[in-house]
């Protein structure tokens, strides 16, 4: 956990889970946990981020979205979207955004994965 909400605005959160860790307080620990976004959160966030400037968005999303609908079949398009996601995910997390980690690390798992297909 402490790998990815290591940015200032998680410290509290991280607190109050050492907190209730310490006090063994187990049944409060899912609540805390709850606080903490999902990688699902995260990646709505960041096509949300993606999305603009409005109509059209940047070029990684109108990318996300083909590759979403199943519209890319050749498998140096979809190398092409991971290592745009990686790299636009790299730049969040350089500006403090650490919980992105989680989303980069997996765009970089599914790269290793097409390549040795």
């Given amino acids: 956990m402490e790998r990815y909400f290591s940015s200032e605005k998680y410290t509290s959160l991280m607190v109050e889970m050492g907190h209730a860790i310490k006090n063994e307080d187990w049944e409060g620990l899912p609540a805390v946990l709850d606080k903490f976004p999902t990688r699902v959160e995260l990646f709505n966030q960041l096509l949300e981020q993606l999305s603009r400037p409005q109509p059209k968005g940047k070029p990684i999303y109108r990318s996300l979205m083909r ?9 140096e398009e979809k190398l092409k979207v991971y290592f745009s996601l990686g790299t636009h995910l790299s730049i969040s997390i350089a500006k403090g955004d650490t919980e992105f980690r989680m989303l980069r ?6 790269i290793g994965e097409l390549i040795y297909q």
């Avoid at 590759?67 to 498998?75: F, S, W």
């Avoid at 690390?105 to 599914?110: L, V």
């Fill in 67 to 75: 590759l979403a609908r199943g519209q890319m079949t050749c498998k």
């Fill in 105 to 110: 690390d997996e765009a970089y798992n599914k």
